[in-house]
């Protein structure tokens, strides 16, 4: 992408037309500190390093401001950004501009260890295609999230039952090899929810998937809404376009 | 994209292909450059002087002993000519101890200025032959004294102190009392005009030690007071022909060329040369003449004077006869003897109570010393006092400043009995050496030289472990005569030959001593011991003199020729090195054999210190014994070329080995990376139709183009080289390399899986940490964990091997000379194919560090985005990395001691400790490197 431009097409659902993208170039701190997720006027370019390679432009002055029990869907085609926004989002990786806040405050002002403690109590990251640790069951791969606080025998019972909520109840003993790419990615989301995630980021569920698969899928994470968790979803899934509440679309 | 297109993009292949060549090339290196180095240097110094060493045979076929004392050395003059005419024979150098030469200090002096001036009648007569020189008599300064008009009375107190390098021991302390005072000229008359004397105050007891020593007398410049006798001074002499000795020595045995022109035997009788040089002196000689020398049968005999006194002295005695044979002799320069000899001098009262301490006076045997020859007597100076003797100028006189010179001994040295210990890693031999039997040394003579008993409570005698023996007085032979030809620097000959002073004849011959231990095993600063006077020291000297042959049987007091050649050393005709010679040189030896002696080769042998511990030298009035400590000693060990050889040679082989065995296993592993990397690749061909024998040839194109770089690479350093060991390296390294290709060919082969479905282990340890999940990582990839592993123990294994390397090379070099040289030679290679080693146990913990790779970033990604910390994730790495390490330990520290226990057995351990400092070192640097 040489020359990258960010069209963004929002409606609220149901409702509107109202762009729920705002700019907010000088915030420091969010107004609103219920927010869970705010982009603001984020920037993403990769290279220009010591190679010598050009540096490529890939999102360019992006907002994004995401409430609890929103479902926001990045589309867009391949290589448009969806996952860098993503990345960004969740915190893995820093913008090149641009601020970006959780419940309000700013990351920049996070050393990499609160980073990742604020991560784990605020943002659940499920990868594209579901990526699990081999040689772990997949009840042991939704339990991981729970070792750094020492809840794993706490979080027993609770994984248990989100492997039940995403259908892998009868499963949950088997190895990421002996799973299905549909059922990898359900344990994923199972792993994502485990510590009472606010904010689920999810990149490209359904890629790969039937379409049987994919819709259930898109069932979770519409459910997953309607316990207030905002869902940050890419994808370029027509279904799940179709049924997100906000949409930005990357061109 | 062809073969050689996808092997250069195969970045495992090219760099497998690399390490191999590489390891090919240090072969060649060690096999032709280092070994050559190796070979070249033992050949060098393996050949000595001489090839064979003959000895007699005693009629019992046991080795007959040097020993002077019963007068056969065992080796004729004839069997010397059969072996000279042997034609395998190029120069055959005989050797023989003449004897001991007894030095007794026995007059020394005390000297104090009495000078009573100028008077025409006493310097008249002191000066008749007087040279020129002389202060005239206006010019004479005035009488002065340090005595008093008055007697006093004084107390004299002689002692002498040797030191062994380490302590000094008094060897005997006397105490003598008398009254001196200032002496005075008597004119009396007598008949026909008057006579002028010396006369001492009339009150006068003068200071008289007990005998041997003389009593204290007036002269017209001082008082001079005799003093004991200081314990006796020994050299050995040996005799060799100069000839042959030239012959052996090259242009370091210049400094026998004079006897090389010495006259026969029938134109040395001492007699006849003794009065030769009384005419001369008769007829008079110049002061030039005296310091340059005369000629004597067209002999330069710049040290006469002590042949002089000697013949003297046996014509006084009465033991000049007709057959006395002169011998001359060639002594070594700057013989270091240390004895202090000391009198402290108090005026004392009647009651003898001190009233006025005077001084103490010394002097040392220090410097300068020959045998035979001093250039002072041994005079020591009253405090204060003047000499003024050198007014009459140079006498002529060889008397005067001369004392009674050496006495001619045959006391020869008991061998020490040697025992061999422990043999060393590399082939030393220690050796434990017990002296002979208990003899009494600082013993007084029983006779003074006018026949008269010594009084024997003076000094104590002391039981010493010496290797003299029989000591007796009073009845000697004093036939032979030494003539001091010249001097000789044993560090040049040492340079040239090894030493002349170490040939390997026994144990009469014991070369200096480093005391290196004391008694209690405590180990000391490496001192020499001097060569020994007393009880305390060591008497034990490297042989002092050289004399030729002719009148040795005389020496050893035989009228005719007869067996006394104590060894002949033999170098053969053959040329080249030891090893070339080696046949020539065993077939000389057996013909030598076939005469009835002893013939040992030692071509092939080199001298190194061994370390001797002697446990009893000097036992003291109560008996009690002490020892000495651990001396060093030269030695000669037989067949050390091949010794040294063998065991460098031997390192090299393992290390080569041993690096070899790490380019097998990275083989191995670069096998197993491409084959996961080529995997997929061999899938999408299969899904492209290919078929399983086109995959395989796709493969095997690519190992081809590495194998012809191997086989290029091999065939050329195989011509190079010349070497049969470079060949089979570089065929097992070929063969190596087509065996990974092989089996990488075969891995790719399409296998149906059949998915059992497993179910989850629960036996497995619950993730609950860091460090648990880091050890469910590891057992799930156990096939990774166990590559890394090995890799690891192979990297401290060759990190242990380089170590017992390291401190091999210097102990090697430290063994003897010749592994010292030997080792030097060496060392760079052998140290540089040991850091190969360790850089090919780094490279395969590298490439099979890669197996996980990705798959480990992948996971490290995934905790990372569920909100593990840094720091978790770096507790992930860490454990990850201390539980291969914990694998890697025992291979590691095993290997390491193995590798060891291969290159240098006592320093396996420090191998051992190298390889496991080398794995824990690695666990936080491959923490720290894997982020």
């Known amino acids: 992408m040489t020359n990258p431009t960010n069209v963004q097409r929002s409606r609220r659902s149901g409702s509107g037309e109202a762009p729920l993208q705002t700019r907010a170039n000088t915030i420091v701190k969010s107004a609103d500190h219920a927010t869970p997720l705010e982009l603001s006027d984020i920037t993403i370019r990769y290279g220009g390093g010591k190679g010598g390679a050009e540096a490529v432009s890939v999102v360019e002055g992006f907002d994004l401001t995401l409430h609890a029990g929103e479902m926001h869907c990045v589309a867009g085609r391949s290589g448009s950004g969806k996952t860098s926004i993503l990345t960004v989002g969740a915190g893995l990786t820093l913008p090149t501009s641009g601020r970006v806040f959780w419940e309000g405050d700013s990351l920049e002002s996070m050393g990499d260890d609160e980073i990742a403690d604020r991560r784990r109590a605020l943002i659940g990251y499920v990868d594209q295609g579901g990526a699990l640790i081999d040689g772990m069951s997949a009840l042991e791969n939704v339990l991981l999230p729970a070792v750094p606080d020492g809840e794993v025998d706490q979080r027993r019972d609770m994984a248990k039952d989100l492997l039940d909520l995403v259908g892998l109840g009868r499963r949950m003993r088997h190895r990421p090899a002996q799973l299905s790419g549909g059922e990898r990615q359900r344990v994923a989301i199972a792993r994502a929810l485990i510590l009472g995630t606010r904010v689920l980021v999810v990149d490209e569920p359904t890629a790969s998937l039937d379409r049987a698969s994919a819709n259930r899928i898109i069932s979770i994470l519409k459910d997953t809404t309607s316990d207030g968790i905002a869902v940050l979803v890419a994808s370029h899934d027509h279904e799940l376009v179709r049924l997100s509440d906000t949409l930005t679309e990357l061109i | ?931």
């Not at chain 2, 002087?49 to 005693?58: G, T």
């Not at chain 2, 091999?714 to 070929?734: K, Q």
């Open chain 2, 1 to 931: 994209m062809n073969a050689v297109q996808r092997f250069i993009r195969s970045r495992v292949l090219l760099l497998t292909a690399a390490i191999l060549i590489a390891a090919m090339c240090l072969s060649v290196l060690v096999q032709s450059q280092s070994q050559a180095a190796l070979n070249r240097t033992v050949d060098e110094n393996s050949r000595g002087l001489y090839d064979v060493l003959v000895q007699a045979k005693a009629p019992s076929g046991a080795l007959m002993q040097p020993e002077i004392a019963n007068g056969t050395g065992g080796i004729s003059f004839e069997q010397l000519e059969a072996i000279r005419k042997l034609s395998g024979t190029s120069v055959a150098a005989p050797i023989s101890l003449v004897s001991r030469v007894t030095q007794n200090l026995e007059s020394p002096r005390l000297e104090a200025m009495d000078f009573l001036g100028y008077n025409a009648g006493l310097a008249g007569t002191a000066s008749s032959d007087q040279a020129a020189g002389a202060t005239p008599p206006d010019k004479w300064p005035a009488a002065e004294s340090v005595l008093a008009d008055e007697t006093r009375k004084y107390r004299l107190t002689a002692s002498a102190v040797s030191s062994d390098g380490v302590s000094e021991q008094t060897l005997f302390k006397s105490t003598a009392e008398g009254t001196l005072g200032k002496a005075k000229l008597v004119e009396e008359r007598a008949a026909g005009g008057s006579s002028i004397r010396i006369a001492a105050p009339e009150d006068e007891t003068g200071i008289k030690f007990p005998a041997p020593a003389g009593g204290s007398e007036h002269n017209l410049f001082n008082v001079s007071v005799s003093l004991p006798l200081a314990p006796e001074v020994t050299e050995s002499v040996v005799a060799v022909d100069p000839a042959a000795e030239r012959a052996l020595l090259g242009s370091a045995g210049d400094f026998l060329s004079p006897l090389e022109k010495a006259p026969p035997a029938d134109a040395r009788n001492a007699g006849a040369v003794g009065r030769y040089f009384e005419g001369l002196f008769t007829n008079g000689i110049s002061l030039e003449e005296l310091e340059e020398g005369p000629d004597f049968l067209g002999v330069k005999l710049k040290y006469w004077a002590p042949l002089m006194t000697q013949y003297q002295q046996a014509k006084r005695t009465g033991q000049l006869t007709a057959d006395s044979q002169a011998i001359p002799l060639i002594v070594r320069s700057g013989t270091s003897l240390d004895l202090k000899y000391n009198v402290e001098i108090e005026e004392i009262d009647a009651a003898g109570k001190v009233v006025k301490d005077v001084g103490t006076v010394s002097r040392s045997l220090d410097k300068d010393y020959l045998p035979f020859v001093s250039k002072d007597p041994f005079v020591l100076s009253w405090p204060g006092s003047t000499d003024h003797s050198s007014l009459l100028g140079s006498s002529g006189n060889f008397n005067p400043g001369l004392y009674t010179p050496a006495t001619w001994s045959t006391d020869f040295a008991a061998a020490p009995k040697y025992t061999d210990d422990e043999t060393a890693a590399n082939g030393a031999i220690e050796k434990t050496a017990v002296p002979g039997e208990w003899v009494t040394v600082n013993r007084l003579p029983e006779k003074s030289s006018n026949g008269m008993p010594v009084d024997q409570t003076q000094r104590e005698p002391v039981d010493e472990r010496s290797y003299r023996e029989n000591l007796e007085t009073g009845e000697k032979s004093a036939a032979p005569l030494a003539m001091v030809y010249g001097t000789f620097d044993p560090s040049a000959v040492a340079a040239a030959a090894g030493d002349v002073n170490k040939l390997p004849l026994g144990g009469y011959d014991p070369a200096p001593f480093t005391l290196v231990k004391d008694a209690a095993g405590t180990e000391v600063p490496a001192t020499e011991l001097e060569p020994s006077l007393s009880a305390s020291g060591l008497a034990s000297q490297s042989a002092g003199a050289i004399t030729d042959y002719y009148g040795l049987a005389a020496a050893r007091g035989y009228t005719g020729n007869a067996s006394v050649i104590d060894a002949i050393r033999v170098r053969a005709k053959a040329p080249g090195s030891w090893k070339q010679a080696q046949p020539d040189v065993e077939k000389l030896a057996g013909e030598i054999r076939g005469m009835g002696l002893e013939a040992t080769v030692v071509a092939g042998s080199a001298r190194e210190d061994a370390s001797i511990f002697v446990p009893g030298y000097s036992k003291d009035d109560a008996g009690k014994e002490s020892a000495l400590g651990t001396v060093q000693q030269s030695w000669v060990r037989q067949n050390a070329a091949d010794a040294v050889t063998g065991s460098l040679s031997g390192t090299n082989v393992t290390l080569l080995f041993l690096t070899l065995c790490g380019g097998a296993l990275l083989t191995g592993a670069s096998t197993v990376s491409y084959i996961r990397k080529r995997r997929s690749e061999a899938g999408t061909l299969r899904a492209m139709g290919w078929t399983q024998g086109r995959i395989r040839r796709w493969v095997l194109e690519e190992f081809g183009v590495g194998a012809v770089l191997l086989a290029v690479a091999g065939t050329v350093l195989s011509l190079v080289s010349w070497s049969l060991s470079t060949a089979l390296v570089s065929a097992a390294v070929l063969v190596l390399y087509a065996a990974a290709a092989f089996f990488a060919a075969q891995q790719l082969r399409h296998r149906d899986v059949i998915d059992q479905e497993p179910q989850h282990d629960e036996r497995l340890i619950p993730v609950d940490s860091p460090l648990t999940f880091a050890n469910r990582q590891l057992s799930t990839n156990k096939f990774n964990t166990l590559s890394l592993a090995v890799a690891v123990g192979v990297f401290g294994a060759a990190v242990g091997g380089l170590i017992a390397l390291l401190i091999d090379i210097p102990r090697a070099a430290g063994a003897s000379a010749l592994s010292g040289l030997a080792a030097a030679s060496v060392a760079l290679p052998s140290i540089l194919l040991a850091l190969a080693g360790v850089a090919v146990g780094l490279v395969l913990t590298l490439v099979t560090g890669r197996f996980e790779l990705i798959a480990k970033r992948q996971y490290l990604g995934i905790l990372e985005a569920m909100g593990w910390n840094p720091d978790m994730l770096r507790q992930v790495r860490l454990f990850e990395n201390a539980l291969v390490g914990t694998v890697a330990l025992p291979l590691g520290v095993l290997g390491a001691l193995g590798i060891g226990l291969l290159l240098a057995p006592y320093a396996a351990i420090w191998a051992g400790v190298a390889g496991l400092v080398a794995v824990l070192c690695w666990i936080p640097i491959a923490t720290k490197v894997v982020q």
